[in-house]
């Protein structure tokens, strides 16, 4: 039961696997309006998209405690209503419907029934746009944009090539490209993984269950201008295979994933073996998502004029998101998961 000091709040008490340390915490402390620091604003979600990375950072152990303080509020995508704006935010206003993101490392994050955001991490939702569904849209979103537009030379027929194309990132990674002008390769799994590829605007899809994918592109003989890797697991291979299929200088941008340590290796080694000795001609790019109110601002534009869509997997209520991350967790979801907003007022 909350009150006027405390409010329920979904939270891992101490790094290790989400089945052990994700909790529902009904007494955690309430942000007020006069606790926000400049360029901070007070949100009640109506909604938050779950991401891997969401429990991945408090799995590390000893580099989760490193990174991140404990207990920690879980979820970074979310929609709601701003309650109350803080210091030098100019962009919002109280009532506001809002979607965005709550940088991890900041701030207590988005299961909870109230949230406080950097103002640059969000933008208004343009009118009659759902919110439960487009809390599904940042992290995926902002990571698909940010790894493709500045390496892409937009309406020009770039070759662009997206291994992992039905997560949560590569959903949006495939739309984002086809929106951009590219003609995109997609990686995905066979069956509804197939189908969705080709559904989002794949020009072509490699079945990884039924196909070698590196062997299959070092006999297509085609030279991409781009690689977006969503997948990371065993992307050393991919990247230290590219030679063939990898244009000279061009990028292989490593988004996320899972991750060996024969990967982590096979990605150093190919990095630094220079061209003339055999190594790549690619170079290898590392990322993380940034918080951007004009790239949020330019997804829901495309998500207004119906070219940008939303995958949804599955949606949970409040009371549930632990079932909702154990689902996410266990692999094979096609879209992004959303979990409701607390009934908590």
């Not at 779950?50 to 979310?78: C, H, W, Y």
């Not at 292989?252 to 060996?260: E, L």
């Not at 990095?271 to 790019?285: D, E, N, S, W, Y």
């Given at each position: 039961?909350?009150?006027?000091?405390?409010?329920?709040?979904?939270?891992?008490?101490?790094?290790?696997?989400?089945?052990?340390?994700?909790?529902?915490?009904?007494?955690?402390?309430?942000?007020?309006?006069?606790?926000?620091?400049?360029?901070?604003?007070?949100?009640?979600?109506?909604?938050?998209?779950?991401?891997?990375?969401?429990?991945?950072?408090?799995?590390?152990?000893?580099?989760?405690?490193?990174?991140?303080?404990?207990?920690?509020?879980?979820?970074?995508?979310?929609?709601?209503?701003?309650?109350?704006?803080?210091?030098?935010?100019?962009?919002?206003?109280?009532?506001?419907?809002?979607?965005?993101?709550?940088?991890?490392?900041?701030?207590?994050?988005?299961?909870?029934?109230?949230?406080?955001?950097?103002?640059?991490?969000?933008?208004?939702?343009?009118?009659?746009?759902?919110?439960?569904?487009?809390?599904?849209?940042?992290?995926?979103?902002?990571?698909?944009?940010?790894?493709?537009?500045?390496?892409?030379?937009?309406?020009?027929?770039?070759?662009?090539?997206?291994?992992?194309?039905?997560?949560?990132?590569?959903?949006?990674?495939?739309?984002?490209?086809?929106?951009?002008?590219?003609?995109?390769?997609?990686?995905?799994?066979?069956?509804?993984?197939?189908?969705?590829?080709?559904?989002?605007?794949?020009?072509?899809?490699?079945?990884?269950?039924?196909?070698?994918?590196?062997?299959?592109?070092?006999?297509?003989?085609?030279?991409?201008?781009?690689?977006?890797?969503?997948?990371?697991?065993?992307?050393?291979?991919?990247?230290?295979?590219?030679?063939?299929?990898?244009?000279?200088?061009?990028?292989?941008?490593?988004?996320?994933?899972?991750?060996?340590?024969?990967?982590?290796?096979?990605?150093?080694?190919?990095?630094?073996?220079?061209?003339?000795?055999?190594?790549v001609k690619g170079r290898l790019v590392t990322f993380v998502t940034k918080e951007s109110a004009d790239d949020l601002e330019r997804l829901l534009k495309w998500k207004a004029e119906g070219k940008l869509h939303i995958v949804i997997d599955s949606t949970f209520e409040f009371k549930d998101a632990k079932v909702a991350f154990e689902h996410l967790k266990a692999g094979g979801v096609k879209g992004k998961v959303i979990v409701k907003a607390s009934p908590d007022q």
């Amino acid at each position: 039961m909350s009150s006027e000091t405390t409010m329920q709040a979904w939270q891992f008490q101490a790094p290790g696997p989400l089945q052990s340390t994700l909790k529902l915490n009904p007494s955690a402390p309430r942000p007020s309006p006069s606790s926000l620091t400049p360029g901070q604003v007070l949100i009640k979600p109506i909604a938050a998209g779950l991401n891997p990375a969401d429990f991945k950072v408090q799995e590390l152990g000893l580099i989760a405690r490193a990174i991140a303080s404990f207990p920690k509020t879980a979820g970074m995508d979310l929609s709601g209503t701003v309650q109350s704006v803080g210091p030098n935010v100019t962009t919002l206003r109280a009532g506001d419907t809002v979607v965005g993101r709550v940088n991890p490392f900041k701030a207590p994050g988005a299961l909870a029934s109230l949230v406080v955001a950097d103002a640059v991490g969000l933008a208004r939702l343009p009118e009659g746009m759902d919110p439960v569904e487009v809390a599904g849209l940042p992290t995926g979103a902002l990571t698909a944009y940010q790894t493709i537009a500045p390496h892409v030379r937009e309406g020009r027929g770039d070759r662009v090539l997206i291994n992992g194309a039905t997560g949560g990132v590569g959903i949006f990674s495939v739309q984002v490209a086809k929106l951009l002008g590219c003609r995109v390769t997609a990686t995905a799994s066979t069956g509804r993984g197939v189908e969705l590829a080709k559904e989002l605007g794949a020009d072509n899809v490699i079945d990884y269950r039924q196909t070698d994918v590196v062997a299959h592109l070092k006999g297509k003989g085609d030279e991409y201008d781009l690689i977006v890797d969503n997948v990371g697991d065993g992307p050393g291979d991919l990247f230290s295979s590219s030679r063939t299929y990898l244009g000279l200088g061009k990028p292989y941008v490593f988004a996320g994933g899972r991750m060996t340590m024969r990967s982590v290796f096979n990605l150093i080694t190919a990095a630094v073996v220079p061209t003339a000795l055999g190594g790549v001609k690619g170079r290898l790019v590392t990322f993380v998502t940034k918080e951007s109110a004009d790239d949020l601002e330019r997804l829901l534009k495309w998500k207004a004029e119906g070219k940008l869509h939303i995958v949804i997997d599955s949606t949970f209520e409040f009371k549930d998101a632990k079932v909702a991350f154990e689902h996410l967790k266990a692999g094979g979801v096609k879209g992004k998961v959303i979990v409701k907003a607390s009934p908590d007022q």
